[in-house]
Protein backbone atom coordinates (compact mmCIF):
# COMPACT_ATOMS: atom_id res chain seq x y z
CA UNK A 1 0.00 0.00 0.00
CA UNK A 2 1.42 3.60 -0.86
CA UNK A 3 2.36 5.45 1.96
CA UNK A 4 0.54 8.57 0.60
CA UNK A 5 -2.71 6.72 0.76
CA UNK A 6 -2.24 5.86 4.30
CA UNK A 7 -1.31 9.30 5.13
CA UNK A 8 -4.35 11.05 3.16
CA UNK A 9 -6.33 8.80 4.92
CA UNK A 10 -4.95 10.23 8.59
CA UNK A 11 -5.07 14.07 7.50
CA UNK A 12 -8.63 15.04 8.81
CA UNK A 13 -7.86 12.25 11.82
CA UNK A 14 -4.76 14.27 13.05
CA UNK A 15 -6.79 17.85 12.08
CA UNK A 16 -9.43 16.64 14.20
CA UNK A 17 -7.61 16.20 16.95
CA UNK A 18 -5.22 19.19 16.76
CA UNK A 19 -8.05 21.79 15.86
CA UNK A 20 -9.33 22.05 19.46
CA UNK A 21 -6.65 23.68 21.14
CA UNK A 22 -7.19 26.81 18.54
CA UNK A 23 -11.06 26.45 18.03
CA UNK A 24 -12.09 25.39 21.73
CA UNK A 25 -13.40 27.06 24.51
CA UNK A 26 -17.03 28.60 26.18
CA UNK A 27 -18.62 25.65 27.59
CA UNK A 28 -17.60 22.50 28.73
CA UNK A 29 -19.16 19.58 26.41
CA UNK A 30 -20.23 18.06 30.22
CA UNK A 31 -21.94 21.05 31.06
CA UNK A 32 -20.12 21.20 33.97
CA UNK A 33 -22.04 18.11 35.64
CA UNK A 34 -20.43 15.23 37.84
CA UNK A 35 -20.68 11.43 37.32
CA UNK A 36 -21.67 8.97 40.16
CA UNK A 37 -17.86 9.35 41.44
CA UNK A 38 -18.18 12.70 42.31
CA UNK A 39 -15.77 14.03 40.14
CA UNK A 40 -16.90 15.61 36.58
CA UNK A 41 -17.69 13.95 33.62
CA UNK A 42 -15.22 14.70 31.28
CA UNK A 43 -14.06 17.98 32.82
CA UNK A 44 -12.93 21.77 31.31
CA UNK A 45 -10.85 20.76 29.16
CA UNK A 46 -13.36 19.21 26.64
CA UNK A 47 -15.58 22.39 25.36
CA UNK A 48 -18.52 21.86 22.84
CA UNK A 49 -17.38 24.30 20.59
CA UNK A 50 -13.67 22.05 20.19
CA UNK A 51 -15.63 19.00 19.69
CA UNK A 52 -17.97 20.85 16.91
CA UNK A 53 -14.18 22.76 15.54
CA UNK A 54 -12.97 19.57 15.78
CA UNK A 55 -15.47 17.65 13.79
CA UNK A 56 -15.91 20.19 10.94
CA UNK A 57 -12.13 21.16 10.43
CA UNK A 58 -11.15 17.43 9.85
CA UNK A 59 -14.48 17.30 7.79
CA UNK A 60 -13.38 20.21 5.52
CA UNK A 61 -10.18 18.87 4.83
CA UNK A 62 -11.01 15.59 4.51
CA UNK A 63 -13.13 17.19 1.91
CA UNK A 64 -10.22 18.60 0.37
CA UNK A 65 -8.51 15.76 -0.11
CA UNK A 66 -11.88 13.93 -1.44
CA UNK A 67 -11.26 16.32 -4.00
CA UNK A 68 -7.67 16.28 -4.81
CA UNK A 69 -7.51 12.98 -4.42
CA UNK A 70 -9.43 9.62 -4.68
CA UNK A 71 -8.61 6.99 -1.85
CA UNK A 72 -8.62 3.64 -2.97
CA UNK A 73 -10.83 2.56 0.32
CA UNK A 74 -13.61 4.46 -0.85
CA UNK A 75 -15.89 3.99 -3.49
CA UNK A 76 -15.99 7.68 -4.63
CA UNK A 77 -15.54 11.25 -3.69
CA UNK A 78 -18.78 11.70 -1.65
CA UNK A 79 -18.25 8.97 -0.08
CA UNK A 80 -14.70 10.08 0.94
CA UNK A 81 -15.96 13.14 2.05
CA UNK A 82 -18.37 11.08 4.36
CA UNK A 83 -16.11 8.76 5.41
CA UNK A 84 -13.76 12.19 6.51
CA UNK A 85 -17.09 13.12 8.95
CA UNK A 86 -17.02 10.00 10.65
CA UNK A 87 -13.27 9.27 11.45
CA UNK A 88 -13.55 13.60 12.55
CA UNK A 89 -16.60 12.43 14.42
CA UNK A 90 -14.78 9.27 15.79
CA UNK A 91 -11.54 11.25 16.78
CA UNK A 92 -13.29 13.95 18.55
CA UNK A 93 -15.17 10.75 20.68
CA UNK A 94 -12.03 9.07 21.24
CA UNK A 95 -10.67 12.48 22.52
CA UNK A 96 -13.34 12.77 24.71
CA UNK A 97 -13.47 8.85 26.14
CA UNK A 98 -9.94 9.53 26.99
CA UNK A 99 -11.17 12.20 29.29
CA UNK A 100 -13.53 10.02 31.18
CA UNK A 101 -11.81 7.28 31.48
CA UNK A 102 -8.77 9.60 33.13
CA UNK A 103 -11.21 11.87 35.12
CA UNK A 104 -12.26 7.97 36.31
CA UNK A 105 -8.99 7.17 37.51
CA UNK A 106 -8.68 10.57 39.20
CA UNK A 107 -6.25 12.14 36.93
CA UNK A 108 -6.85 16.04 36.56
CA UNK A 109 -7.78 17.83 33.15
CA UNK A 110 -4.05 18.15 31.32
CA UNK A 111 -2.12 15.93 33.35
CA UNK A 112 -0.48 13.03 30.69
CA UNK A 113 -1.96 9.60 30.50
CA UNK A 114 -0.79 7.44 28.03
CA UNK A 115 -3.74 6.06 25.56
CA UNK A 116 -4.16 10.15 24.78
CA UNK A 117 -1.66 9.02 22.44
CA UNK A 118 -3.58 6.86 21.02
CA UNK A 119 -6.95 6.28 21.87
CA UNK A 120 -8.27 8.97 19.35
CA UNK A 121 -6.99 7.05 16.19
CA UNK A 122 -8.64 3.86 17.65
CA UNK A 123 -11.66 5.41 17.86
CA UNK A 124 -11.40 6.99 14.36
CA UNK A 125 -10.31 3.68 12.99
CA UNK A 126 -13.51 1.63 14.57
CA UNK A 127 -16.19 4.08 13.56
CA UNK A 128 -14.95 4.13 9.96
CA UNK A 129 -15.18 0.21 9.69
CA UNK A 130 -18.88 0.41 8.00
CA UNK A 131 -17.39 3.03 5.81
CA UNK A 132 -14.47 1.35 4.22
CA UNK A 133 -12.83 -0.99 1.75
CA UNK A 134 -11.18 -3.77 4.74
CA UNK A 135 -8.45 -3.89 2.75
CA UNK A 136 -7.85 -0.35 4.88
CA UNK A 137 -7.45 -2.49 8.26
CA UNK A 138 -4.49 -4.89 6.81
CA UNK A 139 -1.61 -5.29 9.25
CA UNK A 140 0.83 -3.25 8.10
CA UNK A 141 -1.70 -0.17 7.47
CA UNK A 142 -2.41 -0.33 11.75
CA UNK A 143 1.25 -0.62 12.31
CA UNK A 144 2.27 2.27 10.61
CA UNK A 145 -0.75 4.23 11.76
CA UNK A 146 -0.08 3.07 15.50
CA UNK A 147 3.42 3.88 15.28
CA UNK A 148 3.14 7.50 13.21
CA UNK A 149 0.75 8.81 15.97
CA UNK A 150 3.25 7.94 18.59
CA UNK A 151 5.81 9.64 17.12
CA UNK A 152 3.84 12.35 15.72
CA UNK A 153 1.78 13.07 19.05
CA UNK A 154 4.40 14.20 21.53
CA UNK A 155 5.99 15.95 18.78
CA UNK A 156 3.39 18.19 17.56
CA UNK A 157 2.59 18.41 21.09
CA UNK A 158 5.45 20.17 22.18
CA UNK A 159 5.33 22.11 19.15
CA UNK A 160 1.78 23.76 20.13
CA UNK A 161 3.10 23.94 23.30
CA UNK A 162 6.40 26.25 22.27
CA UNK A 163 4.49 27.88 20.05
CA UNK A 164 1.94 29.07 23.01
CA UNK A 165 -0.92 27.51 21.92
CA UNK A 166 -0.97 24.50 24.09
CA UNK A 167 -0.66 24.78 28.03
CA UNK A 168 1.94 22.25 28.50
CA UNK A 169 4.11 20.25 25.85
CA UNK A 170 2.00 16.96 26.12
N1 LIG B 1 -10.12 21.31 23.74
C1 LIG B 1 -11.43 21.78 23.71
N2 LIG B 1 -12.45 20.92 23.42
C2 LIG B 1 -12.22 19.61 23.17
C3 LIG B 1 -10.90 19.12 23.19
C4 LIG B 1 -9.86 20.00 23.49
O1 LIG B 1 -11.67 22.96 23.92
N3 LIG B 1 -13.27 18.81 22.89
C5 LIG B 1 -9.03 22.28 24.03
C6 LIG B 1 -8.99 22.64 25.50
O2 LIG B 1 -8.58 23.98 25.62
C7 LIG B 1 -7.91 21.70 26.03
C8 LIG B 1 -6.93 21.70 24.87
O3 LIG B 1 -7.76 21.76 23.70
O4 LIG B 1 -7.32 22.16 27.22
C9 LIG B 1 -6.03 20.48 24.83
O5 LIG B 1 -6.81 19.30 24.62
P1 LIG B 1 -6.56 17.97 25.43
O6 LIG B 1 -5.11 17.74 25.67
O7 LIG B 1 -7.33 16.92 24.75
O8 LIG B 1 -7.31 18.28 26.82
P2 LIG B 1 -6.73 18.42 28.31
O9 LIG B 1 -6.78 19.87 28.68
O10 LIG B 1 -5.46 17.70 28.42
O11 LIG B 1 -7.85 17.69 29.18
P3 LIG B 1 -8.01 16.13 29.44
O12 LIG B 1 -7.16 15.79 30.62
O13 LIG B 1 -9.46 15.99 29.73
O14 LIG B 1 -7.61 15.41 28.21
MG1 LIG C 1 -4.09 16.77 27.27
Given at each position: M???V????????????S??????G??A????TN?L????I???G?T?R??????L????F?G??A??Y???FF??PFE???A???V??G?M?????G??L????NI???????P???L????????A????????Y?????IF?L?L?I?MH??????A??????K??W
Amino acid sequence: MDILVLLLFLIPIYIANSAPVILGGGKALDLGTNFLDGRRILGNGKTIRGFIGGVLAGTVFGGFVALAYQLPFFTGPFEQFIAAFIVSLGTMTGDSLGSFLKRRLNIESGKPFWPDTILFLIVALLFAFPFVNSALYQPFNVIFFLMLTIVMHPLTNALANKFGLKKVPW
